[in-house]
């Protein structure tokens, strides 16, 4: 239905109707500003990014060739702006807490730790290579379906894997004593 | 640090949607950029004609100015087999005019204004 429906507008913008090109955005603005949140971690940067993707895709919808899903093609374009973009101006990189979280008490609290494990994450994920980053993030967003990370990137599925796998390694290490999960915490 | 632990960090909370706001914003550069002019193409057709051209008057040159000058065929720069062709000074020469109306043509247009 949805697929239906973006080729339905696709046919128009290409016919000259620009203003068909709204219902693709209403329909992706709030994935691609999620993918774009994923990858900046900054609300209004995330924003930014994601009306650039649409300008690119707009300007490139004739070269969509309507062999796959449309939103395959939709979310391979805004990966490849959001990575060209983060080549030119690289997220900011705070320095790490080294505070060990103690085990939470209180509701209060564990929403604090529950912060901190995010935040913790968040700066850890910023600090990995752009190649095991991407993969992670891809993943993730595409609610772990490893084919959707491998053509949003426009790499194969073993090297999705192979990423996945030394990112979440090295991701382990970087935060190996420094967050704990609800359950684990609970259990102390 | 467990898979699911792992797991649950990464996955995180998504963002709500953005507003109308965000809709009105893309579609104002859309319609700005439909709206504008599209840019003209690089005449790469038209370099190449006149690439060609200008190499064929430059080995003209060398044929039909090179002995005039009191040089044969400086330092062996053209075959010998290809100098003494029957075919050669006409087909040149033939080129060298078309050339020269061609270029004369394309700066009368110029200077008239006109596209031809």
């Known amino acids: ?188 | 640090m467990r898979d699911d632990e792992l797991d649950r960090l990464l996955a995180g909370t998504p963002l709500p949607d953005p507003g109308p706001a965000f809709t009105w914003a893309v579609m104002a550069q859309v319609r700005r950029e439909a709206a504008a002019p599209s840019p003209i193409p690089f005449p790469w057709r038209r370099l190449a004609l006149g690439l060609s051209l200008s190499a064929v008057l430059v080995v003209f040159g060398i044929v039909a100015l090179a002995p005039a000058a009191g040089f044969d065929n400086p330092a062996g720069a053209v075959p010998r087999s290809l100098l003494e062709a029957a075919w050669l000074r006409p087909a040149l020469l033939t080129t060298a005019v078309l050339f020269a109306s061609w270029l004369s043509l394309r700066v009368t247009a110029i200077f008239s204004g006109s596209r031809a």
């Open chain 1, 1 to 188: 239905m949805g697929d239906e429906a973006d080729r339905d507008d696709v046919r128009r913008v290409l016919d000259g109707d620009v203003e068909a090109f709204e219902g693709i955005v209403r329909r992706w603005q709030g994935p691609l500003v999620n993918l774009a949140w994923r990858f900046t971690r900054d609300r209004g940067r995330a924003e930014d990014l994601a009306q650039e993707a649409f300008l690119k895709i707009y300007r490139n919808l004739a070269h969509w060739r309507g062999e796959g899903v449309f939103s395959t093609w939709l979310f391979a374009v805004a990966t490849n702006v959001y990575r060209s973009a983060l080549r030119r101006t690289p997220l900011l990189t705070l320095p790490e807490d080294h505070t060990a979280l103690l085990p939470a008490e209180t509701d209060l609290e564990r929403d604090a730790v529950a912060r901190d494990e995010q935040a913790a994450v968040r700066r850890a994920l910023a600090a990995l290579p752009a190649r095991y980053r991407e993969a992670l993030v891809l993943f993730y967003f595409h609610e772990m379906d490893i084919p959707a990370a491998s053509k949003s990137l426009g790499v194969p599925e073993g090297t999705i894997k192979a990423r996945l796998s030394r990112g979440r390694e090295m991701l382990r290490q970087r935060l190996a004593g420094r967050v704990l999960g609800p359950a684990t915490a609970e259990g102390r």
